[in-house]
């Protein structure tokens, strides 16, 4: 038996973006940074995954001007591909500009747009791993859910490449399959529901990547117990980068709006998803960066 030989490849560059560029995306990924996979700060963003040809990690760094990536494979023939999911995580081919046109005609977001109008809609580097850190999320605060994903880590394989404190991988769904039941808390239904997930697509029966639309993602979705609307919709902006989901159901959403518009936050909180819908109706085709501003608003972006 022949052991692979890896060749690492370690490279630094700059990436290119139409500016602006608004850096509160490294804030909104470090609140949900998984110890010993990812580092993230309020302008870096670093973790490990796995490649077609091996396993990997890089870090993004913000200085002001430019965004600069150092990156380690194992295997030079996954550069390319390393390339494009970061450029994707961090929303690098969006042009703001005709976002910011129609947002700014909403009154309420009119300032927001114009003190941040680089905002940056959060992608992925994995779609199984966003479907799973989202269900893991429903329903809990991004605090609880951070905790959950820090305790699978328990799970997970460790990284060929460590570096820095990320010593691991994601957990797999396979290795979520297997363990998640004896690890995960809460509801048994609700885990139930994750651990099941996972075994989907731990054996192919249920694939999802940044090649579905939001249809397809839904019709997939959908049928399948423990999976709402919001869970679609959130999957549908980080995995296909889509830019006109709108979540009225989601409770940061509601005491943004509520927030921004001057209510107490006792007072948003009694908003219903109907109004929330239809003052995000005009805000199409560009709804998902309205999500981000009123989540920024909350305290949760």
């Not at 404190?165 to 039941?181: D, Q």
């Not at 809460?186 to 940044?210: C, E, F, K, N, Q």
């Not at 090649?211 to 049928?223: I, V």
Request: charged share 20%; with cysteine.
């Amino acid at each position: 038996m022949v052991e692979a030989a890896w060749e690492d490849v370690f490279m630094a560059i700059a990436l290119t973006f139409t500016p602006p560029f608004e850096p509160g995306i490294f804030d909104f990924l470090a609140v949900r940074a998984v110890a010993s996979v990812e580092e993230a700060s309020s302008s870096s963003y670093a973790r490990t995954l796995a490649l077609h040809g091996g396993h990997a990690w890089f870090q993004v760094r913000w200085d002001g001007d430019a965004l600069l990536l150092d990156f380690e494979v194992e295997d030079g023939a996954d550069e390319p591909e390393l390339l494009a999911r970061v450029r994707h995580l961090l929303n690098l081919d969006h042009d703001p500009a005709a976002a910011n046109v129609v947002l700014a005609g909403n009154d309420l977001l009119a300032t927001r747009v114009a003190a941040l109008p680089g905002i940056r809609l959060p992608g992925c580097v994995d779609a199984p791993e966003i479907l799973i850190r989202a269900m893991v999320g429903q329903q809990i605060t991004v605090a609880a859910a951070r905790t959950a994903l820090n305790q699978l880590v328990a799970l997970s394989t460790p990284s060929r490449l460590p570096h820095g404190t990320m010593t691991h991988l994601f957990p797999s769904p396979a290795e979520i399959a297997a363990g998640g039941a004896d690890i995960l808390r809460g509801p048994r239904r609700r885990i139930d529901s994750i651990v099941g997930v996972s075994g989907l697509l731990a054996t192919y029966a249920l694939r999802i990547s940044a090649g579905d639309t939001p249809e397809s993602l839904a019709e997939k979705l959908l049928p399948i117990a423990g999976i709402g609307p919001w869970t679609v919709g959130y999957v549908c902006m980080r995995v296909l980068g889509s830019p006109d989901v709108f979540l009225p159901t989601d409770a940061a959403v509601r005491n943004g709006y509520g927030l921004l518009r001057g209510d107490s936050l006792a007072v948003a909180r009694t908003i219903k998803a109907a109004e929330l819908a239809r003052m995000a109706e005009p805000l199409r085709p560009w709804r998902s960066y309205a999500t981000l501003h009123l989540w920024r608003v909350a305290g949760e972006g």
